[in-house]
């Protein structure tokens, strides 16, 4: 199945956002999760990962301003986005760590940061 992101908007400089996924699916609260992101004309990169025992692991550029967390009962992950900066416009994405190993892409959820 998809992963179904949500959250996304558009933010002046400096705001914030928090960002949620559901991935159904029996897998989830023993997989390694994570938060991507895909700007325009980029790479889709990793910016957050959690692990089952919620240990957690941050891109250099978002350290300090993110924040990823799960719920396992409701099957979702969550981004907590803060001071947030215009080179953080991008479609994010959430998929485990490796992607693509139990889901396809969704749809993902825009996020667009005014300056």
């Known amino acids: 199945g998809q992963p179904v992101e949500s959250g996304g908007g558009l933010v002046q400089a400096g705001g914030s956002l928090r960002l949620s996924c559901v991935a159904a699916?029996?897998?989830?609260?023993?997989?390694?999760m994570g938060w991507y992101r895909q700007a325009a004309g980029k790479e889709r990169e990793l910016v957050a990962r959690?692990?089952?025992?919620?240990?957690?692991n941050y891109e250099d550029s978002v350290k300090g301003r993110f924040t990823i967390s799960r719920d396992n009962r409701k099957n979702t992950v969550f981004l907590q986005m803060n001071n947030l900066k215009p080179e953080d416009t991008a479609v994010y994405y959430c998929?485990?760590?490796?992607?693509?190993?139990?889901?396809?892409w969704g749809q993902g959820t825009q996020v667009t940061v005014s300056s």
């Open positions: 998929d485990t760590v490796p992607y693509g190993r139990y889901f396809s």
């Open positions: 699916g029996s897998i989830f609260p023993v997989a390694v």
């Open positions: 959690i692990t089952a025992g919620e240990n957690t």
